[in-house]
């Protein structure tokens, strides 16, 4: 037997064929593999999935408690202005890179966001970083671009022009045919920070520093929708679809921000069956031109239903793990099979796998296959500062029968997988006592079975109790004007952390 054909024998007696030869893999895994973010919430529970899986954080969510997390002591450095930045500090801290080294040579990283400064600090620490290159995810991330791929793969926007603006006038006459009721994204950014509400003079001339600044602008015309998400992985057999979720948007009691994402819900019958399938071939469509540019792994898409038309539009891209993930990750249908996340891995592995991406998708669309879920991302909500001196653990909490909107904490936890009833819910901090608060600072996330909005897509009474309740396990004292500026509150920023 020649050595190409002994190659070719063993990589066919290694293949991995179907699903539980994959759970098997991962659970047998020897290399490690490394979350690094900011907080372990995106990916809560792939621990048990996969062995040897670690969460390198800033933010200490579970005081030390959990098994798997390990938090460095912080040291100076510069105030953060990105994830990316909390990222690259922690993989230049000793401590982490004395971690890594710990568990010998090579290794994976995942990350919610990184850059070129991320790849080379994985480079010098052997590292392998399990995502397409920054310079291609951040090209689709840019939202003038991904409408162009969207246009390509025949999935449509909410009717726009893509231009630069530079006066009101400008913008009266490019989007002429848009009418004058208008919505105007940056290309990157959070839409809670940079989606701009636009119907008259005023309007521009309290956004127009921002978006003049830009140098084009994805102008749209104004429709009533309500927000779903996907998430998906484009593999080397095709684009695993994850479940159509609802998107809580700008709800006031959660967020500050008008159009910010405060939440999700997992349900099947929160849309039509016939809504669920255009979204999954509009995403398998959208995979398809991902692939074309090279891109493997996870993606997830945001989608509009205009409420008037019918009609379901491409909302925006996120090239990544996102805040829904935790959610898509740790449903019914991944605890049947395996979670969307274990696929994206495989992508980059040398392991060759077989599998029905045409079965899996059907599976994983049968309503009997997707359990009701919810989680509500909590912000402080008000434009002042104060220093947190009490702060809820992480871990179960019940909602009190005796008193509406209080709730006793039950035990630590690490994600929800004990969580049983609609009175119950798993609650991950993220500020914690000694933090300082201000407009728009994340409190933390609670995850629940079962809805949190009403038919017409507002808060319901339970989602309410529960915002309360962890509201009121917050103790602060208030900010005094001449107290001293912190670091802290210097590194007060406009950016997302989960």
């Known amino acids: 037997m020649t050595p190409s054909s002994t190659a070719a024998a063993s990589a066919h007696r290694n293949r991995l064929r179907g699903i539980s ?148 006038e400008e913008l009266c006459q490019v989007a002429k045919p848009l009418g004058s009721d208008l919505v105007i994204q940056t290309a990157f950014g959070d839409s809670g920070h940079t989606t701009f509400f636009i119907k ?46 609802t998107e809580l948007i700008g709800f006031p009691e959660l967020s500050p921000y008008r159009g910010g994402w405060c939440g999700n819900e997992v349900n099947a019958e929160a849309f039509p069956r016939h809504l669920r399938t255009k979204a999954r071939k509009m995403t398998m469509a959208f995979g398809e031109e991902l692939r074309k540019l090279g891109y493997r792994g996870y993606f997830e898409l945001d989608f509009l239903h205009d409420q008037d038309s019918g009609t379901l539009y491409l909302g925006e891209v996120n090239p990544r793990i996102t805040g829904a993930s935790a959610m898509t990750n740790l449903a019914a249908f991944a605890h049947a099979d395996a979670p969307l996340f274990l696929f994206h891995l495989l992508e980059y592995t040398d392991v060759d796998f077989q599998l029905s991406v045409r079965m899996l998708n059907a599976r994983w669309s049968d309503p009997a296959n997707i359990d009701p879920w919810g989680q509500l991302v909590l912000k402080h909500t008000t434009d002042s500062t104060a220093l947190v001196t009490a702060a809820p653990p992480s871990g179960v909490w019940r909602l009190t029968e005796r008193r509406t909107g209080f709730a006793n904490f039950v035990r630590p936890q690490t994600h929800r997988r004990t969580v049983d009833t609609e009175t119950e819910g798993f609650f991950l901090r993220i500020a914690s006592p000694g933090d300082y608060l201000y407009e728009g600072a994340d409190l933390g996330i609670l995850i629940t079975p079962g ?22 396990q917050y103790v602060t004292s208030p900010v005094g004007a001449a107290e001293p500026a912190t670091a802290e509150i210097a590194e007060i920023g406009n950016f997302k952390i989960l």
């Not at 400064?117 to 991904?146: H, N, Q, S, W, Y």
């Not at 893509?162 to 009101?168: D, G, K, Q, S």
């Not at 602008?217 to 095709?238: D, F, Q």
């Not at 339970?462 to 009121?472: P, S």
């Open 21 to 168: 030869d994959i759970r098997r893999y991962f659970h047998r895994n020897t290399e490690p593999i490394y979350f690094i973010s900011a907080t372990p919430f995106n990916l809560l529970g792939l621990d048990e999935w996969v062995r040897n899986f670690h969460f390198i954080n800033y933010v200490d969510c579970f005081d030390g408690q959990h098994p798997h997390v390990f938090v460095p002591q912080e040291t100076p450095h510069r105030p953060f202005t990105s994830i990316e930045d909390i990222n690259n500090y922690l993989l230049s801290h000793k401590e982490v890179i004395d971690y890594i080294r710990a568990r010998g040579p090579g290794g994976k990283a995942v990350f919610l966001f990184f850059d070129e400064d991320t790849e080379a600090l994985c480079e010098e620490l052997g590292l392998t970083i399990c995502f397409p290159p920054a310079a291609l995810r951040r090209m689709v991330d840019d939202k003038i671009e991904a409408t162009r791929i969207a246009d390509r793969a025949g999935v449509p926007s909410v009717p726009n022009v893509l231009a630069p603006v530079r006066t009101w």
């Open 451 to 472: 809805r949190l909005m009403t038919s017409d897509h507002q808060l319901n009474d339970r989602a309410r109790a529960w915002i309360g309740a962890i509201q009121a």
């Open 200 to 245: 008259s003079e005023a309007d521009w001339k309290r956004h127009a520093e921002e978006i003049v600044a830009e140098p084009s602008v994805k102008i749209m015309k104004r429709v009533r929708v309500r927000g779903a998400a996907l998430e998906a992985c484009v593999t080397r057999h095709g684009t695993i679809v994850g479940p159509l979720m």
